[in-house]
């Protein structure tokens, strides 16, 4: 072969090397558009699917159309005695290609006819309702918009049932001396006071807001922490105090939905808030079934054996990363006692039904926590300790146990209906009987977490070291739960709602708001 033959050979060999280089880049850029273009895949948190039912029906890059289910839905007419409406939470995470799940900020939610998603500047969800009076099973089928990322390998959508609590003023203080702690007016501890859009002055003078201050005794039997710090001054304006529109979560937080929480975390994050078998033992009683407690690791995921049962065994902590996660916030003690009485007239010793008659769930008919079983017996509204004898129920029960009941006090649920202010697990809110409470700002979570699984939101009460006992700071509990005596689960009794405790505790439970949308 001559040279030039040779040189000619080698030029062609490096055409055509070039022409496969060529043809592999435009392969390689059209797998680049394809991978572009397909959709990532959309599913529903299972936790969540316990409450509201969500079925995708189709995934587009950057969309999805869904359809959303709930019972008991209701929406009253303008005018209408209670006149207010129930709604479901919708948020969503992301997981990137690096393993990471992430907030998923949503663009547009647009609901079929009869239905509304409202949602804030803030994008963290959007707020689905129904449009137009009416009432009963719910469903709708859903638009749902986000930025498209190629980073993106799935979406887990979350939806969570809430209820409306309209702006108006209210009464907080049942004037009943057995009520421990109770708020009062100023100038008479016998008479509620009434909380409006007028500055709260606190002060032991009449027309001004002022609280019981006697310590009362714990369930084991020490005296708890005083529920009133005794300072005047003027609450800040920035204060929540009930008379502004707020949504409320219409349920405890669930183990399903807290399952949900973790299985979004980060390893190190979930070790911060997943309760441990040290937190168990520390307690009080041991149990074998942890106090009816069912969230658990199984391989890669956090599940829950029971979804539908209030999730107990919480911190504060724990309880404010799951509403900085899920874009909400806590609520204070006053939006508490408005969520529980609404705008109606207070009843010496009532509870957050409206009455003072309380019967224990002892049982169930049916298969417990399957959302059909029915309480034993059947006029019991919630569960509650009778005497330190009589513990009928160790444990929460599931949301929406009591649904069945034909009355308000039959099914445990407040004016607005919201269900088991008083009794299952205890409510954690910001207390006003503390400074560092009374500083509160409401700022609402932005999904997303510090690297150790704190909320990172500014302004909001936070737990001191954990060294057991109780702490002054700024939290505390309201509601009562399982374990406790009957007055704890008064709508008034703020017996421990300075109490602060910094350990996981078995009959803790938390559920959070949003300030009204949009």
């Not at 204070?332 to 609404?342: D, P, Q, T, V």
């Not at 029915?374 to 006029?379: D, K, L, T, W």
Request: charged fraction near 20%; hydrophobic fraction near 40%; proline fraction near 8%.
């Amino acid at each position: 072969m001559s040279p030039a033959q040779v040189i000619t050979w080698a030029g062609r060999r490096h055409m055509l090397h070039c022409a496969r280089v060529s043809l592999a880049g435009v392969l390689l850029a059209l797998a680049l558009v394809q991978a572009d273009a397909a959709p990532a895949g959309v599913e529903a948190g299972v936790g969540s699917a316990a409450m509201v039912a969500v079925r995708v029906v189709k995934a587009d890059p950057g969309a999805a159309r869904v359809t959303v289910s709930w019972p008991r839905s209701w929406r009253d007419d303008i005018g209408s005695p209670r006149g207010n409406r129930d709604g479901v939470w919708i948020f969503a995470k992301a997981r990137h290609a690096d393993g990471r799940w992430r907030h998923l900020p949503l663009e547009t939610v647009t609901a079929e006819a009869g239905y509304t998603a409202l949602t804030p500047s803030d994008r963290t969800g959007s707020m689905l309702q129904r449009s137009t009076a009416g009432s009963g099973d719910a469903t709708t089928t859903l638009e749902v918009r986000w930025a498209a990322d190629e980073r993106i390998q799935l979406i887990r959508l979350f939806a969570w049932p809430m209820v409306l609590v309209p702006e108006g003023a209210f009464e907080v203080g049942d004037g009943d001396p057995g009520t421990p702690g109770r708020f009062h007016d100023g100038g008479n501890p016998g008479r509620p006071f009434r909380v409006t859009d007028a500055p709260t002055e606190l002060a032991p003078r009449a027309g001004a807001l002022w609280a019981d201050d006697r310590r009362s005794p714990l369930p084991a039997g020490a005296p708890g922490p005083t529920p009133w710090d005794g300072q005047p001054g003027m609450l800040p304006a920035a204060f929540p105090t009930g008379y502004r529109a707020f949504w409320l979560m219409r349920y405890e937080l669930t183990q399903g939905q807290y399952a949900d929480f973790l299985d979004t975390l980060t390893p190190a994050q979930a070790q911060a808030r997943a309760p441990s078998a040290r937190d168990f033992s520390s307690g009080g009683l041991v149990r074998p079934d942890n106090y009816r407690y069912t969230v658990e690791r199984r391989g890669e995921q956090w599940v829950a054996a029971q979804p539908r049962w209030s999730m107990n065994w919480l911190t504060w902590e724990d309880g404010i990363a799951v509403a900085d996660w899920a874009g909400l916030r806590p609520m204070s003690e006053l939006e508490f006692e408005k969520a529980a009485r609404g705008p109606l007239a207070a009843v010496p010793g009532e509870y957050a039904w409206g009455s003072t008659r309380i019967v224990a769930i002892r049982g169930f008919d049916g298969e417990d926590g399957s959302g059909r079983e029915r309480a034993r017996p059947p006029e019991a509204n919630t569960s509650w300790s009778p005497s330190p004898q009589d513990r009928p129920l160790l444990g929460p029960y599931a949301a929406a146990a009591l649904s069945d009941r034909l009355t308000r006090e039959g099914r445990g649920e407040s004016f607005w209906g919201a269900a088991d202010l008083s009794g299952n697990l205890v409510e954690m809110a910001v207390s006003v009987g503390l400074a560092v409470g009374r500083a509160f700002v409401p700022r609402h979570g932005d999904g997303e977490l510090a690297s150790d699984g704190a909320a990172d939101v500014a302004d909001w009460p936070r737990m001191g070291p954990r060294t057991g006992g109780f702490g002054l700071y700024g939290y505390g509990y309201r509601g009562g739960d399982f374990f406790n005596p009957e007055t704890d689960l008064r709508t008034s009794s703020r017996n421990v709602a300075n109490f602060g405790g910094t350990r996981r505790l078995f009959g803790l439970g938390f559920r959070a708001v949003r300030s009204s949308v949009p």
